[in-house]
T-cell receptor, first 117, second 113 residues
Framework: AQTVTQSQPEMSVQEAETVTLSCTYD???????LFWYKQPPSRQMILVIR??????QNATENRFSVNFQKAAKSFSLKISDSQLGDTAMYFC??????????????FGKGTKLSVKP | DAGVTQSPTHLIKTRGQQVTLRCSPK?????VSWYQQALGQGPQFIFQ???????QRGNFPDRFSGHQFPNYSSELNVNALLLGDSALYLC????????????FGPGTRLTVL
C-alpha cells in the first residue's frame, strides 16, 4: 500500500525568507504523480505544484519549487520569498495510475505553515 | 471559467439521518472524486466516478454511495449517519485521462449531532 509521510506538523518562517517542507512516500509503483496542495483557513484545497515521476527535472511554479528524489522517495517543497498569504496547511499527495487511468490521491497528514511579518 | 462548486456549504444532521451532498465539476472535466477530511487530518478517498460509473472506491462502508449524472455533476449520499461522519467533504474534478490533475471545490462541512 502507498503511504505519504510529512514529518513536520508545524513550521514557521519570516516573511521574505525561504522555507522547505518535507515529504516522503512509499510505493512499489514506477509510474505516478506527486502533488503539493495548500489549504488556507478558508479550507479550499488549492493545487500548488505537480511532478510526474518519469520526469527528472524538478517542477517549478513561480516562488514554489520541488526537490524530487525518486530513489529516496522524497518530494520536498521549497517556498522562496515567503508571503503572508502563504500561511496555510500544506499537504503532500501521491497518485498512482490505476488501469492506465488516474488513481485516487493519497495525502499526508499535512504541515501547518505560519508566515510571520 | 467556474471552478468546482459544492452545495451546501455546511449542514447539521442528527444521528441516523441521511444526507446528500452535491458537486459540479470544472468545465471540461469528466471525472469526480470525493474525499472525507476529518479535523486536523489529510483527506481520505471515498470514491471516484467516471462516465456515470463508480470507477474506484476507498475503504468506506456501503452507507456511503454516490452518483454521477450525464452532465458530469455528482452526488454523495450518506445513510444512517454516525457521529464519526462529521467532517469536511471535498469534491475534486479532473479530466479522466492518466495525467488528469484533480481540482478541489470549497467543501461541505457536515456536523452530525
Amino acid at each position: 500500500a502507498q503511504t505519504v509521510t510529512q514529518s513536520q506538523p508545524e513550521m514557521s518562517v519570516q516573511e521574505a525568507e525561504t522555507v522547505t517542507l518535507s515529504c516522503t512516500y512509499d510505493t512499489s509503483e514506477n509510474n505516478y504523480y506527486l502533488f503539493w496542495y495548500k489549504q488556507p483557513p478558508s479550507r479550499q484545497m488549492i493545487l500548488v505544484i505537480r511532478q510526474e515521476a518519469y520526469k527528472q527535472q524538478n517542477a517549478t511554479e513561480n516562488r514554489f519549487s520541488v526537490n524530487f528524489q525518486k530513489a529516496a522517495k522524497s518530494f520536498s517543497l521549497k517556498i522562496s520569498d515567503s508571503q503572508l498569504g502563504d500561511t496555510a496547511m500544506y499537504f503532500c499527495a501521491f497518485m498512482f495510475l490505476w488501469r492506465g487511468s488516474q488513481g485516487n490521491l493519497i495525502f499526508g497528514k499535512g504541515t501547518k505553515l505560519s508566515v510571520k511579518p | 471559467d467556474a471552478g468546482v462548486t459544492q452545495s451546501p456549504t455546511h449542514l447539521i444532521k442528527t444521528r441516523g439521518q441521511q444526507v446528500t451532498l452535491r458537486c459540479s465539476p470544472k468545465s471540461g472535466h469528466d471525472t469526480v472524486s470525493w474525499y472525507q477530511q476529518a479535523l486536523g487530518q489529510g483527506p481520505q478517498f471515498i470514491f471516484q466516478y467516471y462516465e456515470e460509473e463508480e470507477r474506484q472506491r476507498g475503504n468506506f462502508p456501503d452507507r456511503f454511495s454516490g452518483h454521477q449524472f450525464p452532465n458530469y455533476s455528482s452526488e454523495l449520499n450518506v445513510n444512517a449517519l454516525l457521529l464519526g461522519d462529521s467532517a469536511l467533504y471535498l469534491c475534486a474534478s479532473s479530466w479522466g485521462g492518466a495525467s488528469g490533475t484533480q481540482y478541489f471545490g470549497p467543501g461541505t462541512r457536515l456536523t452530525v449531532l
